[in-house]
């Protein structure tokens, strides 16, 4: 809707090809990253945050995992933000933004309690070294 009112109502804002560009490739970059941390787990990915270990589940800190701690989810929030940009919306790249944001700071949590629990010490010590990924989203706090 948004796109459909602001070009007709302000056809040069969805003229903006640089604009346009650095979208396309906040788009490319997050898809890349978000498949190459796919692939690094293997086995290890799943959609659904696990309550229950495998046997074959390892933590992984190799590839993209040695840079962020959630590529997946880096790769998630740049790629909604990047359609926004690529679009000239500027409403909905702040309402993607916020959204975006604000579930993965949740969904970090979440899976951050599961990851301590299957790994204990060595995920901490993971955790020390190697961020997020996402702005001001630092995962679960830890009292020692």
Same mark, same amino acid.
């Given at each position: 809707?948004?796109?459909?009112?602001?070009?007709?109502?302000?056809?040069?804002?969805?003229?903006? /090809? &640089?604009?346009?560009?650095?979208?396309?490739?906040?788009?490319?970059? !997050?898809?890349? $990253?978000?498949?190459? %941390?796919? $692939? /690094? %787990?293997?086995? @290890?990915?799943?959609?659904?945050?696990?309550?229950?270990?495998?046997?074959?589940?390892?933590?992984?800190? @190799?590839?993209?995992?040695? =840079?962020?701690?959630?590529?997946?989810?880096?790769? =998630?929030?740049? =790629?909604?933000?990047?359609?926004?940009?690529?679009?000239? @919306?500027?409403?909905?790249?702040?309402?993607? /933004?916020? %959204?975006? =944001?604000?579930?993965?700071?949740?969904?970090?949590?979440?899976?951050?309690?599961?990851?301590?629990?299957?790994?204990? #010490?060595?995920? &901490? #010590?993971?955790?020390?070294?190697?961020?997020? !990924? $996402?702005?001001?989203?630092?995962?679960?706090?830890?009292?020692?």
């Amino acid at each position: 809707i948004e796109f459909t009112v602001e070009k007709f109502m302000f056809p040069e804002v969805k003229q903006m /090809t &640089l604009v346009s560009v650095i979208g396309l490739v906040m788009v490319i970059i !997050g898809e890349g $990253l978000r498949k190459a %941390a796919m $692939l /690094t %787990a293997g086995s @290890n990915f799943n959609h659904i945050v696990q309550n229950e270990k495998s046997e074959s589940h390892v933590l992984v800190k @190799n590839g993209v995992y040695a =840079w962020f701690r959630h590529p997946s989810y880096v790769g =998630w929030f740049y =790629w909604s933000i990047g359609t926004q940009v690529m679009l000239c @919306n500027p409403l909905c790249m702040i309402g993607y /933004t916020l %959204a975006s =944001w604000r579930f993965f700071r949740e969904r970090i949590e979440e899976e951050e309690i599961t990851l301590i629990k299957f790994f204990g #010490e060595e995920y &901490l #010590e993971y955790k020390k070294c190697v961020p997020t !990924g $996402l702005p001001f989203i630092h995962g679960l706090k830890v009292e020692l």
